[in-house]
């Protein structure tokens, strides 16, 4: 239920974004006329970057693509354009997966014509959908044991990438690697190895799996892998479904304790809470409109809609109970309205927020303070913010004078307008979500 102070409705989560001023959405378009983004995708400090500078990069879990291209080409084409209507700007698919929940989804090295599927699944996201990929190469498919099975195939992306550097977004060696057949310190130390056989031969960033609990030291320390991919907990535990906004935020420090600084400053959050995802699913559309804009805040570099219909794309195991995921994006209850909300954030956050000065919660040099937690991060003069815990009414001090535009997240428009002086209170309360862009 929202309420009401003053002539002001606010949030419980709220984010307050400087340096500059958008407006609405670009209308909706075809995203077949869209034009594919320019060059390769290279590292820039905390942010991902191609020709047009960097981007604060939103992808979507497509597992299934390969499978989709191969055996139901119109049903991948038609995820794939709901997926652009969101601002998509990459899809993250499983190179090989097999096995008992994959058998009517796998997607297998040695069919005879799969050089030619992974080509062309690449070649028609980004060509026609202006979408690029982020290979994982290995899904737990049992078509590719330990040993020479897995050199071939990194070799044959690395040969897949040649000509077509700017159409990928990363390689991931493996998804959730000691789960998916890298079990202990051999299958570390052939992660290890496989990474850095397909980075000698590709520029194309890369990235090496999501470790396990207290395990990124040993997966990404010193290795050379040009991004880490984290899977952040998406259970709600005791913080309510706010906890996993706050996750990125823990990157590095949660991660690094015995390996300071030697992690990748380039972080992917590569499989959040979202809509029919697993162990806990959330659809909301503020809170997963403010996990993109948190992810950026907090230094990461992209942020994954993770979501049921990109697992297995209506595979059995996904139809059956108790997880009956549906099999297209465009059937989830809420889903046009969550691509409307994330493609409103990608137009109104600043490109390369990652690379700004992120300030922890009651920073002395916070821009904005108050009586519930408030991530921020600064550049120059402008400021972006996020405040959870406003249910109820909460003071709010501004340190310098700002002009600030206060937006729904769940709907990207502009709900308010205001001026505060340097040292002014403010009371903010309501909306589960807003954010506030200004100017300081």
């Not at 040695?110 to 026609?128: E, K, M, P, S």
């Not at 990363?170 to 850095?196: C, K, Q, T, V, W």
């Not at 999501?210 to 991919?229: E, I, R, S």
């Not at 697993?278 to 996990?291: E, H, M, N």
Request: proline residues 8%; charged residues 20%; glycine residues 12%.
């Amino acid at each position: 239920m929202n309420t009401e102070v003053g002539p002001f409705r606010w949030a419980s989560l709220i984010v307050l974004i400087g340096i500059f001023e958008a407006g609405p959405a670009s209308p909706a378009q075809d995203p077949r006329d869209r034009q594919p983004p320019q060059g390769p995708v290279r590292a820039e400090a905390h942010a991902v970057a191609d020709a047009g500078g960097p981007f604060n990069a939103l992808g979507a879990t497509l597992f299934w693509g390969g499978w989709g291209y191969k055996f139901d080409r119109p049903r991948l084409e038609r995820n794939l354009a709901a997926l652009r209507s969101a601002g998509v700007d990459y899809v993250r698919v499983l190179g090989s997966v097999g096995g008992a929940s994959w058998g009517d989804r796998e997607t297998d090295p040695r069919w005879t014509d799969y050089d030619a599927v992974i080509a062309g699944l690449t070649d028609l996201a980004y060509d026609r959908y202006g979408m690029r990929v982020q290979w994982t190469l290995f899904g737990g498919s049992p078509s590719t044991p330990a040993g020479p099975s897995r050199d071939a195939l990194v070799d044959r992306f690395a040969k897949l990438a040649r000509g077509r550097e700017q159409k990928i977004f990363a390689f991931e060696i493996a998804n959730e690697a000691r789960s998916n057949g890298f079990p202990g310190p051999d299958g570390l130390a052939e992660l290890h190895r496989l990474g850095s056989r397909l980075n000698d031969q590709t520029s194309v960033m890369v990235a090496l799996s999501a470790p396990g609990t207290g395990a990124a030291c040993a997966t990404y320390a010193d290795t050379g892998a040009d991004a880490a991919t984290i899977h952040y907990e998406r259970s709600f535990g005791r913080e309510g479904p706010l906890g996993p906004l706050r996750l990125p935020w823990s990157y590095p420090s949660a991660y690094d304790s015995k390996c300071p600084g030697r992690l990748p400053a380039v972080v992917f959050n590569n499989e959040p809470i979202g809509p029919e995802s697993s162990v806990r699913s959330d659809a909301d559309i503020s809170r997963i409109a403010s996990g993109y804009v948190m992810t950026f805040l907090a230094n990461n570099a992209a942020y994954v809609l993770h979501a049921g219909p990109g697992i297995r794309g209506g595979g059995a195991a996904d139809l059956a109970p108790p997880l009956r995921r549906h099999a297209n994006f465009d059937e989830l209850p809420s889903f046009k309205e969550t691509a409307a909300a994330l493609a409103a954030a990608r137009s109104y956050l600043p490109a390369g927020l990652a690379n700004w000065t992120r300030q922890e919660p009651r920073a002395a040099m916070a821009p904005i303070q108050g009586d519930a937690e408030v991530y921020a991060a600064t550049s120059g003069t402008g400021f972006v913010a996020l405040l959870l815990g406003a249910e109820k009414p909460v003071t709010m001090h501004a340190r310098t004078g700002a002009t600030i535009e206060v937006r729904d997240p769940g709907t990207g428009k502009i709900v308010r307008q205001l001026t505060v002086k340097a040292g002014e209170t403010f009371t903010l309360s309501g909306y589960e979500a807003l954010v506030l862009i200004g100017r300081a």
